[in-house]
Each structure stands twice: as C-alpha cells, then as structure tokens.
C-alpha cells in the first residue's frame, strides 16, 4: 500500500484487538479501514495506543502540513476520497473514502481527536457518506 500523501510505503501496524492499521513510513498518516473505525467506536479510549506503542505516532507538524493536500486516492481501494471536517474541530480535516468507507488521518489528527472528540465522531463515520443526501436537496432546490 502506497500513502497517498507522500507516496512512500504503508506498513501495517498492529492496533487493537488483533486488527491493524496502515501507517506510512515516511509521513506516519495512518490509513484506518471501516473494520477498525467499528473497534475505535467500540474501544475510544484505548486509541490510539495499543498494548506495546502508540499507532498515531507521527510528529503533528509534518500532519498539519500535509493536511493542506486535499485531493488523494484511496490507498484501499483506488477511488477519490472525500475531504470531511469534524464537528467542533473545524481546523481537522479528513479524507473518507467513498467506496470503501476507510478514513485517512494525517499524523497527529487522531490523538488530536481523542483528546477533544468522544464517541459520537465515529459513530458518524459509520452512517457513511452524506453526501448523496446533500446533492439531492441541491438538485431539487
Ligand atoms: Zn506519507
Ligand atoms: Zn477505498
């Protein structure tokens, strides 16, 4: 897997209940698959550490940076993921993808989350993408 921020490799990292997570090797974005979203939902205050390290373990800096990139390909499964803000944390952003509903965060984005965010976020997530609902009223009106 390939990071779609910087291009370098992903490496998969072990994260929480035997599932893992990709993690680039040069940029530490980490690449979260919908499986894993579930446990985050479930396991909230266990991430983003797992037993023996810290997954989001990228320096915050080099996230905000990359942050400003907005348009990237999903390292899952290739589609063009969807850039989406997190309620009260308006300065994150994040890429959701379309397709296989796997969510980006940029180094530091998802310590930065489990320190101002609860559950409520990642439930969210797993209602999927809303965006059908929003070119639907855009059409009709
Ligand atoms: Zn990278
Ligand atoms: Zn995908």
């Given at each position: 897997?390939?990071?779609?921020?910087?291009?370098?490799?992903?490496?998969?990292?072990?994260?929480?209940?035997?599932?893992?997570?990709?993690?680039c090797d040069?940029?530490?974005?980490?690449?979260?698959?919908?499986?894993?979203?579930?446990l985050?939902?479930?396991?909230?205050?266990?991430?983003p550490?797992?037993?023996?390290?810290?997954?989001?373990?990228?320096?915050p800096?080099?996230?905000?940076?990359?942050?400003?990139?907005?348009?990237?390909?999903?390292?899952?499964?290739?589609?063009?993921?969807t850039?989406?803000?997190?309620?009260?944390?308006?300065?994150?952003w994040?890429?959701?993808?379309?397709?296989?509903?796997?969510?980006?965060f940029?180094?530091?984005?998802?310590?930065?989350?489990?320190?101002h965010?609860?559950a409520?976020?990642a439930?969210?997530?797993?209602?999927?993408?809303?965006?059908?609902?929003?070119?639907?009223?855009?059409?009709?009106?």
């Amino acid at each position: 897997m390939k990071c779609p921020k910087c291009d370098a490799q992903m490496t998969g990292v072990a994260a929480l209940n035997g599932k893992s997570v990709d993690r680039c090797d040069r940029c530490h974005g980490l690449f979260v698959s919908r499986d894993v979203l579930h446990l985050l939902e479930r396991d909230w205050f266990l991430w983003p550490e797992s037993e023996t390290h810290n997954v989001d373990s990228g320096d915050p800096a080099v996230g905000e940076r990359l942050d400003e990139i907005g348009k990237i390909d999903c390292p899952g499964c290739g589609a063009a993921m969807t850039p989406i803000s997190v309620p009260d944390q308006p300065h994150i952003w994040l890429e959701q993808c379309p397709a296989c509903e796997g969510v980006f965060f940029d180094a530091g984005e998802l310590t930065d989350l489990r320190y101002h965010t609860m559950a409520d976020w990642a439930r969210d997530f797993l209602k999927g993408p809303r965006e059908e609902a929003d070119i639907k009223s855009r059409t009709q009106a």
